[in-house]
């Protein structure tokens, strides 16, 4: 089912102001901002999803809780995401497959995943 999220202003801090769960698939989130807004897939299958034009404040996490692995699936496109800082820090590649970030102003570049033949990472 989708879904347009848009014109938001979160004056408060949350645990995550914006997530997507299970097999979230082409939503919209765009044109709003936060004090220290997160973007959050949360526990995979978010597939196909576009935020655009949202300011993170001060982006201290912006994709969340990146550390237990894969959040996203495929396809989830960030278009024109900004922070207090001018500078976004990216997820680390086991984050989501194919991720594509447009005009994140200067994005803190990670690392490349590269894949096995078994669809396992390799150690770079």
Known sequence: ???VVSGFNFKTNMKYE???????????????RGVDLTLELQYGA??????TNIHL?????PFGWVARGQDGSGY????????????????????APRPTFVNAEQATMVRLLVMD????????
């Open 18 to 32: 914006i997530a997507l769960m299970y097999f979230a698939i082409g939503n919209v989130v765009t044109s709003g």
């Open 117 to 124: 033949d078994k669809g396992m990472p390799y150690k770079l």
């Open 46 to 51: 978010s597939y196909g999803n576009l935020f």
């Open 57 to 61: 404040g001060a982006g201290t996490s």
């Open 1 to 3: 089912m989708d879904h």
């Open 76 to 95: 989830n496109t960030f278009w024109n995401i900004r922070t207090d800082t001018d500078t976004l820090t990216l997820p680390p590649a086991t984050w």
